[in-house]
C-alpha cells in the first residue's frame, strides 16, 4: 500500500529538515510526500534535493489560504491509496512506518490517528508543553491517552485515511477544529476509526507562552462550535478545563474567608508536577509542567467561555466563510 504524506509548511524550512530526516530515517518507506508551501516568504524547496533520491517528494507552492485549504490542496493531487497528515513540527521514530504497516496488516482501519510524545532531545520546555497536552491530568486522555474519557478522535498532527474515505466525506473545512470536524464526519459516515498507540510521533510544540495561550484558546472556542455543528459531541470532558478555571476564581475569592480552601488548588498543583516528575525524570520540567498545564487550563477555559457565552448564549453567529454554510446546512 503506497501512503501519501501531505505536510502544509508556512514558514517553517528548519522543521521541515528535521521531518525529511526522520523519514529518511525510516525502517521502511512505503510513501511519497506531498509538502504543500502555503505562501511561504521562508520557503523550503532548496532543502529537498538531497531527500529525493531516497523517496518520492512532491513539492508545491501556493498563495497562502490556511491550512485546512492546503490540506485538502494536497488530496487533491495525492497518488497513495492512504493519506497521511502530519504537522510540519513533528518527527517520527525510525519504526513508524514499520510499525504502520504491521497494523495494517493484522486489523485493517479506514481511518487511524497515533498519539504525540516529546523525544528525549526536546528541549525543557517542549517536554513541559508536550507533558501538559498528553498528561491524562489535564486532557483526560482525549489525544490518545491510555486512559480516556470520550471516544478518541485522530488529529492532523498524527492522522490516516484511506482514498475512499476522502472520495466519500470530502475536504477538511475551513474552522477551528477542522480535523475533529472531519474525524466526527468520518465515523458518521460508518468508516471504522482506529487509535494506533504504537504508531506515535514527536511533537514539538510552541513554546513561547504567549502563542501556546492562544493555540489553546483556539482549542476552547473550537470545541463550541463543533457542538453547533455536531450536536452531542461535546462531553463533560471538554468542558472541565472551564469549570476548573471557574472553581479556581471561586476558591480565590472564598480564601479569604477560609484561608485552607487554597489547599484544593495546590493539592492540584503538586499532582500535576509529581506525574511529570515521574515521566520525564526532571525537576526543572515538572515546575515548568506546573506552568505550561496553568497557561493550558487558562488558554483552553477562556476560550471555551467565549465561544459558550457568545455562540451558545447569546447566539451570535460563526465567523468563518458563509457562516459555514448555515452549519453544514444544519447538520
Known amino acids: 500500500m503506497l501512503y501519501s504524506i501531505i505536510v502544509p509548511v508556512y514558514n517553517r524550512p528548519g522543521e521541515v529538515k528535521e521531518l525529511l530526516d526522520s523519514l529518511l530515517a525510516q525502517t521502511v518507506k512505503p510513501f511519497e510526500l506531498l509538502i504543500i508551501e502555503d ?12 531527500y529525493r533520491s531516497f523517496f518520492t517528494i512532491r513539492y508545491f507552492y501556493k498563495e497562502n489560504s490556511g491550512r485546512s485549504d ?3 490542496y494536497g488530496m487533491a493531487r495525492a497518488a497513495g491509496d492512504y493519506l497521511l497528515f502530519f504537522d510540519s513540527d513533528v518527527i517520527l521514530p525510525p519504526f513508524y512506518f514499520e510499525k504502520l504497516e504491521a497494523a495494517m496488516g493484522s486489523c485493517y482501519c479506514d481511518c487511524f490517528g497515533g498519539p504525540d510524545a516529546a523525544d528525549s532531545s526536546f528541549s525543557d520546555m517542549q517536554k513541559a508543553v508536550s507533558h501538559a497536552m498528553t498528561s491524562f491530568w489535564t486532557t ?28 466519500k466525506v470530502g475536504d477538511f473545512k475551513d474552522m477551528m477544529g477542522e480535523d475533529i470536524d472531519l474525524s466526527i464526519r468520518i ?42 455543528i455536531h450536536p452531542g459531541s ?32 495546590l493539592l492540584y498543583i503538586l499532582l500535576i508536577f509529581f506525574d511529570s516528575l515521574q515521566k520525564n525524570r526532571s525537576i ?20 471555551f467561555l467565549k465561544a459558550f457565552w457568545f455562540k451558545m448564549i447569546l447566539r451570535r453567529p460563526l ?13
Open 234 to 265: 461535546l462531553k463533560p470532558v471538554h468542558a472541565a478545563p472551564a469549570l476548573m478555571l471557574l472553581m479556581g476564581v471561586v476558591l480565590l475569592v472564598a480564601a479569604v474567608f477560609c484561608p485552607w480552601l487554597l489547599m484544593l488548588p
Open 70 to 72: 492546503t490540506r485538502n
Open 140 to 167: 483526560g486522555g482525549i489525544r490518545g491517552g491510555k486512559a480516556v474519557m470520550e471516544k478518541f478522535c485522530p488529529r492532523t498532527f498524527n492522522m490516516g485515511f484511506s482514498k475512499e474515505v476522502y472520495e
Open 319 to 331: 465567523e468563518t466563510k458563509e457562516n459555514l454554510t448555515k452549519l453544514y446546512n444544519r447538520g
Open 187 to 228: 465515523r458518521n459516515a460508518g468508516f471504522s476509526t482506529r487509535l494506533i498507540r504504537e504508531v506515535y510521533v514527536y511533537h514539538k510544540r510552541r513554546i513561547d507562552m504567549h502563542r501556546f495561550y492562544k493555540q489553546v484558546n483556539n482549542f476552547g472556542q473550537a470545541r463550541i462550535w463543533l457542538q453547533l
Open 39 to 50: 505562501g511561504s516568504k521562508e520557503r523550503c524547496d532548496h532543502l529537498l534535493d538531497h
Open 284 to 303: 526543572r520540567v515538572a515546575a515548568l509542567s506546573v506552568l505550561a498545564a496553568a497557561v493550558q487550563i487558562t488558554g483552553y477555559g477562556m476560550g
